[in-house]
T-cell receptor, first 112, second 113 residues
Framework: GEDVEQSLFLSVREGDSSVINCTYTDSSSTYLYWYKQEPGAGLQLLTY?????DMKQDQRLTVLLNKKDKHLSLRIADTQTGDSAIYFCALWGDNQGGKLIFGQGTELSVKP | DAGVTQSPTHLIKTRGQQVTLRCSPK?????VSWYQQALGQGPQFIFQ???????QRGNFPDRFSGHQFPNYSSELNVNALLLGDSALYLCASSFRAGADTQYFGPGTRLTVL
């Protein structure tokens, strides 16, 4: 089945850029999402990219997709302490029907 | 515009009991998906309901069942609770099943003692 992997932890200084990476195995994924989860809360949709795109920018967020290497990344510019949370990449494709396949999440810690 | 709502927020049960969790989708959405998120893990798909039918199911036993009502709200039922069922249960809503973006509720934290 589909496998989605993320590094578990990332620590950055306030004001720096953060880059969170995700690798996957199923090349048929059509939509690739980034969700944010704060402690004790549900998932907040941050952004998504369609598989025929290489890049998408949305204010401080930049998503890069390398389909050849099956690699997805989320860059957060000017990272703030309020960005501290767990970030999940999630994939949807025709092979998955209605379900999203999630990575295990990357915990971002932003130090002042 | 209300987002996805879930109730209750927290729940404590003992092994062997049964539990029912509830979800109301975002306005305009007709599809509800349920996910289980164990501590320190990513969410795992349980099943999806559309047009009051279970459309797809993940790798969960029959102890997990659901229902969707004509107003698109949904229930998740878990029978014969095990300690391992302790998790955050997330509901997501979308439009017309399939590729539409899923929006998540705040979740129900279930603790089984």
């Amino acid at each position: 089945g589909e496998d989605v992997e993320q590094s578990l932890f990332l620590s950055v200084r306030e004001g720096d850029s953060s880059v969170i990476n995700c690798t996957y195995t199923d090349s048929s994924s059509t939509y690739l999402y980034w969700y944010k989860q704060e402690p004790g809360a549900g998932l907040q949709l941050l952004t998504y990219i369609f598989s025929n795109m290489d890049m998408k920018q949305d204010q401080r967020l930049t998503v890069l997709l390398n389909k050849k290497d099956k690699h997805l990344s989320l860059r957060i510019a000017d990272t703030q302490t309020g960005d501290s949370a767990i970030y999940f990449c999630a994939l949807w494709g025709d092979n998955q029907g209605g379900k999203l396949i999630f990575g295990q999440g990357t915990e971002l810690s932003v130090k002042p | 515009d209300a987002g996805v709502t879930q109730s209750p927020t927290h729940l404590i049960k003992t092994r062997g009991q049964q539990v029912t969790l509830r979800c109301s989708p975002k306005s305009g959405h007709d599809t509800v998906s349920w996910y289980q998120q164990a501590l320190g893990q990513g969410p795992q798909f349980i099943f999806q309901y559309y047009e009051e039918e279970e459309r797809q199911r993940g790798n969960f036993p029959d102890r997990f069942s659901g229902h969707q009502f004509p107003n698109y709200s949904s229930e998740l039922n878990v029978n014969a609770l095990l300690l391992g069922d302790s998790a955050l249960y997330l509901c997501a809503s979308s439009f017309r099943a399939g590729a539409d973006t899923q929006y998540f509720g705040p979740g129900t934290r279930l603790t089984v003692l």
